[in-house]
């Protein structure tokens, strides 16, 4: 059993992604919680990285404000389009919540922090996170718990009056 926490302070993001490409395999279920979601053209993109590390996932969920931008359209559009099964999009107007999660097979992550999923939030904004991963079962210490209140925020967020699936 190993429970670790640690503060991100540069390219959160990109640890997220990495942290699910290199757990691909074992992803069980995923959720990113972000008002707004981008992705840019460079090579290791981290919507672009984390949606080849997502492909197979059995459930992923995304929630984010309804895009008014075209930017953020087209990040969605992409995260739906390649991955399969597609990820349940929901719309929430009043996301403020910034929260990536990871369920995998023998192992949990969580980043939580200010950082919306966004080229800019990861190289060039000053943003802070925290990084809990665990391989305890839930309860079991201190991060494994927080990580559960974590999904438990999540569940919870998928059944808010004030967000709607986004078909």
Known sequence: MKSDLAVISQTALSRFSDIAFSNKHRIRRAWLISPWIAYSTEKRD?????????????????????????????????????????????????????????????????????????????????????????????RADKISAVIQELVSYAELLLVDPKTELQS
Do not use: M
Request: net charge positive; proline share 10%.
């Open 46 to 138: 981290p919507l672009s990285y984390l949606t080849e590390a997502l492909h197979k996932c059995p459930q992923t969920w995304l929630i984010t404000r309804p895009p008014k931008l075209v930017w953020h359209e087209n990040a969605i559009k992409i995260l739906r389009a390649n991955s399969s099964p597609r990820p349940t999009v929901l719309f929430n107007e009043h996301l403020h919540a910034k929260l990536y999660l990871l369920d995998c097979d023998g192992f949990r992550y969580a980043l939580l922090g200010s950082p919306n999923f966004t080229p800019r939030a990861d190289t060039q904004n000053r943003e802070l996170a925290i990084e809990f991963t665990t391989t305890a079962s839930p």
